[in-house]
């Protein structure tokens, strides 16, 4: 892999800066009256590749990309998409209801704000070394802008994700703790019913006890009551609390972004 060299002439002081094979990190390089922003696009993946956007701006003030000219509004086209996949994570945001649908989105806010930081850093470097250029505050400020609404969207989806896991770790414990006490309320009814069925199975014997004139309405009268208790001890181990209530509602990621403080022109 060979670094391009575009249809411009760079003085020997910025050429002495680059590497042989690459533009390298996103950063600004003043030398010799000429001002060379390398930046990268939004990353679309965890991948170390990075497509670079080279611009150079001339002694006369005249911005340049890849060698072409009208270099501004490739500079604004790139914030542009910067803008538009803010956008697009943000509704992915509002969307998430899962963790599986929120590690997806941290695995890619990660690289994302990465480079938006490392875009806001490169362009507040131009700032410092051309103040008398009125169009880098404007890009400069729209970088602040996105490097921290794309912070605070990390953190939001961070925080999610660590309230998700604690509140099914929670609802673990929970239904641990349910299932203890039916064991418990189980093994007092095997404690009660114990004698009682010692007791039955002497009763159960070839005995003469005055119960075999009884009517044959007496025995089905024992088994339906038998039968309604059966059913009362059941309902008695199986009644649980209600698990708590997840909370209504979710901020939507429209409006988390704050203003950002801006640095004097």
């Known amino acids: 892999m060979t670094r391009p060299d575009y249809n411009w ?6 050429t002495r800066r680059l590497g042989h094979d690459t533009y390298g990190a996103q950063r600004a390089i003043h030398e010799a009256g000429h001002l060379l922003v390398v930046l990268h696009e939004p990353p679309a993946s965890e991948g170390h590749a990075r497509e670079h956007r080279v611009f150079l701006r001339t002694p006369e003030g005249k ?7 009208h270099g501004e509004h490739m500079m604004a086209d790139l914030l ?10 943000e509704s992915r945001y509002a969307d998430a209801e899962t963790a599986d ?11 994302l704000t990465r480079a938006a930081t490392n ?8 700032r410092d070394q051309v103040k008398d250029d009125t169009r880098l505050i404007t890009w400069r400020d729209r970088a602040v802008d996105l490097s921290r609404g794309l912070e605070l969207l990390l953190g939001n989806a961070r925080i999610a994700l660590e309230y998700r896991l604690a509140r099914q770790a929670e609802e673990q414990t929970q239904a641990a703790l349910l299932t203890t006490r039916a ?3 189980l093994n007092t009814i095997a404690a009660m019913t114990a004698p009682l069925m010692a007791i039955a199975a002497v009763f159960g014997m070839n005995l003469h006890h005055g119960l075999e004139t009884w009517p044959t309405w007496a025995f089905w009268g024992v088994f339906a009551l038998g039968l309604l208790v059966g059913l009362w001890v059941k309902g008695w ?11 209504k509602g979710k901020a939507s990621a429209k409006g988390r972004k704050s203003t950002s403080t801006r640095k004097p022109a």
């Open 237 to 247: 181990v199986r009644a649980m609390p209600p698990a708590p209530a997840a909370p």
């Open 9 to 14: 002439k760079l003085p020997p002081e910025i």
């Open 101 to 111: 649908d929120l590690f997806p989105l941290l695995d890619t806010l990660l690289p």
């Open 63 to 69: 911005w340049l990309c890849h060698g072409n000219d």
């Open 183 to 185: 064991q418990f309320k």
């Open 80 to 89: 542009d998409r910067y803008e538009a996949v803010l956008t697009r994570t």
């Open 119 to 126: 875009l806001r850093d490169a362009l507040q470097q131009a």
